[in-house]
């Protein structure tokens, strides 16, 4: 019996461990990085709790020295999807009806054991699968993650919280029950704690989860699975199913019970998903909920009147931080020309100053792309660059894939602003320049707000306050995170919450209770105390 009010303890954001030479936190993730280096693990799916092994595997290599296998992963078909379909469907009732201070106390628990056990086990794993350097797995696998269940768990407090108005006579409540069915979560490879939200906020509130991890990041997704069940987290709540995208997809949205995708990765495969729904739309119980977060062609935009050592540093950090795989990456920058000359000086010299190369040697700010197709797609788009009579290679421009996925940081420099790498999605360590008249400051902002279908981050420099608000107006529409006089990278849980709009997504803001939001269905509750005994109404009686 749940006799009391409960407030979930104040949520806060992870402190960020800087792993300095000397400090007890690089001593411990250089150890954990060799444990796992020095061993090759079996993953099998998990559904309902249970560890099945299909006979079908793959590999998890290391993008940074592909020949070296981490663990083979069992995958799924149509018959163990189907498997962990029934099994969420089955946990389902018991786990919302759960009350949810109960389900609150996992959550906790488990942001408790990332910051302890767990944060030198999913740092390392996300280095070695995924090709992070320290910094960038530590702000990801552990902080980020834990600030999603921190905040997460008082986002639901206070949604719960939120009860309609009741009248005299009236008791008025609203429920906020879990989806009906089972919830679809596709994760993508560039952060573990993507994959662990999108798990985690359905299943929070009420929901059960059939999950597909990347192909690129299984070995982490193995071990937030592990994270799970020690935090008390009941079988079946969430099952793991690596498996093959198309597959996968084809089985779980062809049933009656899909409640909702929530979803993070490319544009195409997102539009794919949502046609695929809508043809089905006749066959399921109630209406999918679709949350999704897609590409991203995102900007920097540098007035005249801008702090320019900022602007270069931003350049660098926001294009080249975990080899431009972030979502929020800056990709095209917009500069005037009286300020291109320091900026491309600093930039130049910055990006040749970046070591390239193993997660394991902490002095490299550059590690490998994720895989061989990016490696391919990204060599071929920087070979069409310098084909091109409208661009130049300023800096970097060479890659190498005999030991890792390796390219270089890579600075394009076009006269042509509807040129290909100032338009598409390139997802890789590639940033293109376009120097505009200082007197075109209007027209470049409407070329930059047309050029692009996405709008998920964008940045500002300048210092007239007058010119920060006519820009932020005008670029309204082109960024559902947008920063002033920073780089368009590193939204922190709870104080940027992240997500945009256009072709970039639903902009439901993970971060934040518009989020959670999605995955409850409210009911309002209506309880009269004393009902009325006569049909007829005062108006009904003669004059």
Not at 259 to 268: L, V
Not at 301 to 314: I, R, Y
Request: with cysteine.
């Amino acid at each position: 019996m749940t006799n009391g009010i409960f407030t979930v303890p104040e949520p806060h954001n992870e402190p960020v461990l800087t792993y300095a030479p000397g400090s007890s936190e690089r001593t411990r993730l250089k150890a954990e990085l060799d444990r796992q280096y020095q061993q090759q693990i079996e993953i099998p799916l998990i559904i309902g709790g249970k560890e099945i092994r299909t006979g079908r595997t793959a590999t998890a290599v290391s993008p940074h020295d592909h020949q070296h296998v981490l663990a083979t992963y069992h995958l799924a078909g149509p018959t163990e999807i189907r498997m962990a379909i029934d099994a969420a469907l089955q946990a389902r009732s018991r786990w919302a009806a759960l009350p949810w201070n109960e389900r609150a106390a996992v959550f906790v628990r488990m942001a408790e054991l990332i910051t302890t056990k767990y944060r030198y086990i999913l740092n390392a794993a996300t280095m070695l699968n995924q090709s992070k350097n320290a910094f960038q797995a530590e702000v990801d696998a552990s902080c980020e993650f834990a600030d999603f269940l921190r905040f997460n768990v008082a986002f639901m407090e206070q949604i719960y919280r939120d009860q309609p108005r009741s009248s005299q006579n009236v008791w008025n409540r609203m429920e906020y029950r879990a989806l009906e069915g089972f919830v679809y979560a596709v994760t993508p490879f560039n952060f573990t704690a993507i994959a662990g939200n999108l798990t985690t906020a359905p299943a929070m509130m009420g929901n059960t989860i059939v999950w597909k991890p990347a192909a690129t990041a299984v070995l982490s997704g193995y071990y937030l699975m592990s994270l799970f069940r020690e935090a008390g987290l009941p079988d079946g709540v969430i099952n793991f199913i690596p498996a093959d995208g198309i597959e996968a997809a084809q089985v779980a949205l062809a049933s009656p019970h899909l409640a909702g995708i929530h979803f993070t990765g490319s544009t195409t495969v997102f539009n794919a998903l949502w046609a695929t729904v809508a043809a089905n739309i006749g066959t399921y119980k109630s209406y999918p909920r679709i949350v999704g977060e897609t590409g991203g062609k995102d900007y920097i935009f540098v007035h005249p009147t801008a702090s320019l050592p900022e602007v270069a540093v931003a350049i660098v950090r926001g294009s080249f931080e975990y080899q431009g795989q972030k979502c929020s990456a800056s990709s095209r920058v917009y500069i005037p020309r009286s300020a291109w000359p320091v900026v491309q000086e600093d930039v130049v010299r910055m990006v040749k100053d970046l070591r390239m190369g193993d997660t394991r040697d902490f002095r490299n700010f550059i590690n490998a792309v994720i895989d061989e197709k990016a490696f391919d797609r990204t060599m071929a788009y920087i070979g069409r660059a310098k084909e091109s009579a409208d661009v130049e290679v300023l800096v970097g421009g060479h890659g190498d894939k005999a030991v890792g996925y390796f390219i270089e940081p890579t600075v394009l420099v076009t006269s042509n602003p509807s040129s290909e790498t100032m338009c598409e999605e390139l997802f890789a360590p590639v940033v293109t320049v376009y120097v505009y008249d200082d007197d075109k400051v209007a027209e470049t902002v409407t070329l930059l707000s047309e050029t692009s279908p996405y709008a998920l981050t964008g940045a500002i420099f300048a210092q007239d306050r007058f010119i920060i608000q006519e820009l932020t107006h005008a670029l309204a529409d082109t960024a559902g995170n947008f920063y002033v006089n920073d780089k368009p990278t590193g939204a922190v849980v709870g104080q940027q919450p992240f997500g945009g709009a256009r072709a970039s997504g639903t902009n439901d803001k993970a971060g934040s209770y518009l989020n959670l939001v999605r995955w409850a269905s409210p009911r309002t509750i209506k309880e009269t105390f004393v009902a009325g005994t006569d049909h007829r109404y005062p108006f009904m009686d003669e004059a």
